[in-house]
């Protein structure tokens, strides 16, 4: 297998700023990296890592240094275009969240319901009061 491939790459994620992965080398290529400093383009390019431009290695990660970490700046566009990706997924994780509300308060309208109807039933047949508590006690 040639070395790029068996690079590993991160999803992105982001914050308001700026896209991130991470890049994690196999210990093969891991020992040729300098140790303790940020690498060149030129440099992380000259061991596989393979990514569009932009990309900037920003940090090391001293407990794992075949961990490369790299941000890229958004534009305005990416930026504007991912808090409204934000705002859409709180709306629809909020309609969710009404949504299973409702259904709860439907459900329990319904036992309750049930529960009247039942009532009214034994009521109905002359059941005495304590006759339906024990009913209810051995249903449940």
Do not use: N
């Not at 629809?92 to 259904?103: C, P």
């Not at 009521?123 to 304590?130: E, H, I, L, R, Y």
Request: aromatic share 8%; hydrophobic share 30%; with cysteine.
């Amino acid at each position: 297998m040639a070395p790029s491939q068996e690079i590993q790459y991160s999803e992105k994620y982001y914050d308001s700023h700026y896209e991130y992965r991470h890049v994690v080398l196999p210990a093969h290529i891991a020992e040729h990296l300098p140790p303790g400093r940020l690498l060149s383009e030129v440099e992380w390019r000259q061991l596989g890592v393979r990514q569009s431009p932009g990309w900037v290695h920003y940090l090391c990660h001293r407990p794992e240094p075949q961990i490369l970490l790299f941000r890229r700046a958004m534009t305005p566009e990416q930026a504007a275009f991912l808090a409204q990706q934000v705002q859409q997924e709180r709306q629809r994780q909020t309609q969710l969240h009404h949504q299973a509300q409702l259904q709860a308060q439907q459900q329990l309208q319904a036992q309750q319901q049930q529960q009247q109807q039942q009532q009214q039933q034994h009521q109905q047949m002359g059941w005495a009061p304590s006759q339906l508590q024990a009913f209810q006690q051995r249903a449940q």
